[in-house]
Nanobody, 122 residues
Framework: VQLQASGGGLVQAGGSLRLSCTTSDGTSSYYNMGWFRQAPGKEREFVAAIRGGGGTRYADAAKDRFTTSRDNAKNTVYLQMNNLKPEDTAVYYC?????????????????WGQGTQVTVSS
């Protein structure tokens, strides 16, 4: 399974971006999907996750600003990011796994996309 993340870019603080993640085998509805990010010099951190059935979980930094959703007909998972802040600047990765115990741990996921850069200017 290959994951393809897209939608990153440069945006001013307070702006919005929507990231997308598609799966190569067209079965994203069966996968638990997660979003992680990694800023320069920092460890990869959890952002949000969504189960195959739609249940979501967010990191504290993402609550009330980010929303993850999925369109199983399009084999795509989204991360809508609003009110972006300079500290949100990072490479954002989508990840997938059939079975996940702790959705906030990167090690729980089998498949990873290549990452998309999000840069928020002040």
């Amino acid at each position: 399974v290959q994951l393809q993340a897209s939608g990153g870019g440069l945006v001013q603080a307070g702006g919005s971006l929507r990231l997308s993640c598609t799966t190569s085998d067209g079965t994203s509805s069966y996968y638990n999907m997660g979003w992680f990010r990694q800023a320069p010099g920092k460890e990869r951190e959890f952002v949000a996750a969504i189960r195959g059935g739609g249940g979501t979980r967010y990191a504290d930094a993402a609550k009330d600003r980010f929303t993850t959703s999925r369109d199983n007909a399009k084999n795509t998972v989204y991360l809508q990011m609003n009110n972006l802040k300079p500290e949100d600047t990072a490479v954002y990765y989508c990840a997938g796994a059939r079975f996940v115990v702790d959705r906030s741990r990167a090690a729980s996921y089998e498949y990873w996309g290549q990452g998309t850069q999000v840069t928020v200017s002040s």
